[in-house]
């Protein structure tokens, strides 16, 4: 079973909004150590994410329901359970 993960915003216009990881067109997530897309890393599952998450990498989420930009965020921030 896939690990459900999921970020709030502390501050900001959207603060208390919950996002989710972030599905790129291709149907893959995108964790990375830089916001370049040059450095992306296209992942099938959460499970691989987590590895990754694990390595330091940071995982790019967005809100489902504002469809706001994705942001890139560290394991330390994301609540997964």
């Avoid at 603060?15 to 893959?28: E, I, N, Q």
């Avoid at 390595?55 to 359970?81: C, E, M, N």
Wanted: glycine share 4%.
């Amino acid at each position: 079973m896939e690990p459900p993960i999921s970020y709030r915003v502390a501050r900001g216009k959207q603060a208390g909004a919950v996002y989710t990881p972030h599905k790129h067109s291709c149907g893959r997530y995108i964790v990375s150590k830089t916001r370049f897309k040059q450095d992306y890393i296209y992942l099938e599952s959460l499970s691989e994410v987590l590895k990754y998450l694990q390595a330091g990498f940071k995982l790019r989420v967005s809100d489902p329901v504002t469809k706001s930009s994705p942001s890139l965020v560290q394991l330390s921030s994301l609540t997964i359970s």
